[in-house]
């Protein structure tokens, strides 16, 4: 259904980022590609490590991050 589909997620930074995780996890099981955009405060409340893992991709999360 999804395959193939890229998607960007932005997280902010409130209780309800919890279920942003759980949203990655269903997106990615129906094959789209999640890319993941977290704010300082999203931090707060679930590590960058989190949404790295479920979205098999690099979570940006400063606006001037460095590419590889």
């Known amino acids: 259904m999804l395959k193939d589909k890229k998607i960007v997620l932005g997280v ?3 209780i ?3 279920k942003a ?6 997106l990615k099981k129906r094959g789209a590609q999640v ?3 977290m ?3 999203a931090m707060k409340f679930v590590p ?3 949404f790295a893992t ?4 690099p979570v940006m999360s400063d606006t001037f991050q460095e590419r590889n």
Do not use: I, Q
């Open 48 to 50: 960058k490590l989190t």
């Open 39 to 41: 704010t300082e405060n």
């Open 16 to 18: 309800a980022v919890y």
């Open 54 to 57: 479920l979205s098999a991709n």
């Open 21 to 26: 995780c759980d949203l990655v996890s269903r």
């Open 12 to 14: 902010s930074g409130g």
């Open 35 to 37: 890319r993941v955009v």
